[in-house]
Each structure stands twice: as C-alpha cells, then as structure tokens.
C-alpha cells in the first residue's frame, strides 16, 4: 500500500486547511486509517483515525471539536478537515493505514500501522 498526503500550507491561527491521503495498491482500501503529526521538537503523536467499516472515528483530545477526519471509500482516501488552527498545529503530519481494524483504543497506536506516508508541512503563524 502507498499512501499520498497533500494539502499542507502557511496559514494563519483561526484559519481552516483539508489534508488528503490517497492509498493505491490494496483493493477495497485500508482497513484503518489514521493521521498522526511531528511538531518542531515533539515526538510522533497520533491525531485522529477512522475505519472503514461503520466509519468509526476516534480523536486525540487536543484536536476533538476542531479536526473532522473522513474517508471516500470509492476514491480510497482519507481527509482531515482541521479548523480553527493555532500555532500548536503546526506540525509535519503523517497519513498512516493498516489491514487490521481494532477498538478504538487501539486505533491511536502509532505501533500498529504497517503504512505510512511521507508527510505534509503544516505551519500556523499566530
């Protein structure tokens, strides 16, 4: 499986950016998808997933209220709709995906996904 994110950028806080992943390579898609980011210093943290089956999402606390994650099954990709940014987004985030669907206690793990993208820059200047 290969995963492509796109649609990082220079915002400023409050602003609003959409990242995509795409997954090519594994009929049907993921079983799981997740986005995780790197900030300036930070370890990896895990931001939000969602499964294919039933949709189900989970979110990191810092981001619940503010990010939307979602997914198009048909096109095999993976949004994250992030609003109201502050300068603690900024960060490098990952698209990641797995064959396996788990509890959604799991799904936060970064350990647990086999695939990962490459990364798209996100900056928030205050």
């Known amino acids: 499986v290969q995963l492509q994110a796109s649609g990082g950028g220079l915002v400023q806080a409050g602003a609003s950016l959409r990242l995509s992943c795409t997954a090519s390579g594994r009929a049907g898609g993921p079983s799981t998808m997740a986005w995780f980011r790197q900030g300036p210093g930070k370890e990896r943290e895990f931001v939000a997933a969602?499964?294919?089956?039933?949709?189900?999402?989970v979110y990191a606390d810092s981001v619940k209220g503010r990010f939307t994650v979602s997914r198009d099954n048909a096109k095999n990709t993976m949004y994250l709709q992030m609003n109201t940014l502050t300068p603690e987004d900024t960060a490098v985030y990952y698209c990641?995906?797995?064959?396996?669907?788990?509890?959604?206690?799991?799904?936060?793990?970064?350990?647990?996904?086999?695939?990962w993208g490459q990364g798209t820059k996100v900056t928030v200047s205050s």
């Open positions: 969602i499964r294919r089956s039933g949709g189900i999402t």
């Open positions: 990641a995906a797995a064959d396996a669907s788990w509890i959604t206690g799991a799904m936060r793990s970064s350990t647990r996904y086999s695939y």
